[in-house]
């Protein structure tokens, strides 16, 4: 196992796998635990990150990220094809299960864990091991299924209420779930706040009850990868402060609106971007 050197602690822990994607334009760091870690960090958090990742390109941009890498010859590795009734995904191959023993000590203190698979290699027990963190989640890794040609459906998540159940929060995409509302009314049953994002029509907050449509202001948009994990990112920080989901969620969409109008890891918010959008109560 591959650890760089760590703090004694960090404010923000985020374990999932960094992705090798396959784009036009060549191949590119991403992932959830990218686009996560970076904007914790933007947000003036020491972040660290546990993951399996092969080092197919270096990991220069996540200077300063503390990372503990499950070692593996090949990283996970999708594909977005885009059509005119959206993206068709592929995925061909999948490092490595992350479980909690490669997690340090110290780590399982952590003030703020994200919990964020993208092709169910993250062990769902895992969430047991932070008793006094507040966990975030973004589901999107396990509620995919993989056809033997690598192209990637919605499936079922069978794990889904013990997982809700020991969670703070979630935040899941509509396109995760194919607009299924009676899914969403289940894992809204299961949680303590649901957010669904929707893209450009803002965002839909379930809590204590209470269901509210948060918008969010339209702009031009070159590329919305990673829009959904800058969001719940900025969420789960907003609300571990405020614990006020709306509040949250408008911050939210601030951070991610900002993102969609550049295109990968440079869609991430700068911190003077961050500190300069309105931030309700915090």
Not at 73 to 89: A, C, D, L, M
Not at 197 to 222: F, K, S
Not at 243 to 272: C, H, M, Q, Y
Request: net charge negative.
């Amino acid at each position: 196992m591959l650890i760089r050197n760590y703090p004694e602690s960090i404010d923000y822990l985020v374990i999932g796998h960094l992705s090798l994607d396959i784009t036009p334009e060549g191949k590119r760091l991403g992932g959830t635990a990218a686009y996560s870690a970076l904007t914790a960090k933007a947000l003036g958090l020491q972040v660290g990150i546990v993951t399996s990742w092969g080092y197919e390109l270096p990991l220069d941009i996540l200077e300063g990220i503390q990372i503990i890498n499950y070692p593996t010859e090949r990283s996970t590795t999708y594909e977005n094809v885009p059509t005119s009734n959206g993206r068709i995904q592929y995925i061909y191959h999948r490092a490595p299960i992350l479980r909690q023993n490669i997690i340090p000590e110290t780590w399982l203190k952590t003030p703020i864990v994200h919990l964020c698979p993208i092709a169910q290699e993250v062990d769902p027990s895992i969430i047991r091991s932070f008793h006094n963190s507040f966990v975030g989640v973004t589901p999107q890794g396990w509620l995919r299924e993989f056809y033997k040609d690598g192209m990637i459906h919605p499936g079922e998540w069978l794990e889904s209420r013990f997982v809700l159940d020991h969670a703070n929060a979630a935040v899941i995409s509509n396109e995760d779930i194919n607009c299924d509302n009676q899914r969403i009314e289940e894992f809204a049953m299961s949680s303590k706040v649901l957010v669904v994002t929707e893209a450009a029509d803002g965002a839909v907050v379930y809590w204590n009850g209470e269901i509210r449509r948060v918008q969010t202001q339209r702009v031009p948009e070159v590329d919305a990868t990673g829009a959904g994990d800058i969001f719940a990112t900025a969420f789960f920080y907003h609300y571990f402060h405020n614990k006020d989901p709306w509040g949250a969620a408008k911050f939210a969409n601030r951070i991610a609106t900002i993102s969609v109008t550049r295109g990968g890891l440079s869609s991430v918010p700068t911190s003077e971007e961050v500190h300069a959008a309105p931030m309700e109560a915090i």
